[in-house]
Nanobody, 119 residues
Framework: QVQLVESGGGLVQAGGSLRLSCAAS????????MGWFRQAPGKEREFVSG????????YYADSVKGRFAISRDNAKNTVYLQMSSLKPEDTAVYFC????????????WGQGTQVTVSS
C-alpha cells in the first residue's frame, strides 16, 4: 500500500500561483510513477500532469501546458505541482495518484486538496 497526502491548496486570485505537494509513504517511492488529477464540481475527474518514477518523463494536459510544472524529490518521497497563471477554470479538488512502473492505471489516491481561483 502507498499512502498519499496532498497539501498546499487554497484560495488564490486569477493570475496567481500555488504549489501543491504530495507526500508518499508505505512503499519505495522511486518505484512509482506519480500523477496529479483534478475534479471540478459537476465534472468528471481529469488528468492534469504525470511524472515517471525517475523524473525523466513528464506529461501535461493541454489545458495546463506552459502554466503548470510537475516535479518530484525521491529523497523526500514527495511530488510537487507548481501552478502559475491560474485561471478560475482551474478551480477544483486536486488529487495525487501513484502507479507502479509498467502499470497502466493509477492504483493509489490521496484525499485531495481544494484549489479555488477567484476572478
Amino acid at each position: 500500500q502507498v499512502q498519499l497526502v496532498e497539501s498546499g491548496g487554497g484560495l488564490v486570485q486569477a493570475g496567481g500561483s500555488l504549489r501543491l505537494s504530495c507526500a508518499a509513504s508505505g512503499r519505495t517511492f522511486s518505484n512509482y510513477d506519480m500523477g496529479w488529477f483534478r475534479q471540478a464540481p459537476g465534472k468528471e475527474r481529469e488528468f492534469v500532469s504525470g511524472i515517471s518514477w525517475s523524473g525523466g518523463n513528464r506529461y501535461y494536459a493541454d489545458s495546463v501546458k506552459g502554466r503548470f510544472a510537475i516535479s518530484r524529490d525521491n529523497a523526500k518521497n514527495t511530488v510537487y505541482l507548481q501552478m502559475s497563471s491560474l485561471k478560475p477554470e482551474d478551480t477544483a479538488v486536486y488529487f495525487c495518484a501513484a502507479k507502479g512502473r509498467g502499470v497502466i492505471h493509477y492504483e493509489y489516491w490521496g484525499q485531495g486538496t481544494q484549489v479555488t481561483v477567484s476572478s
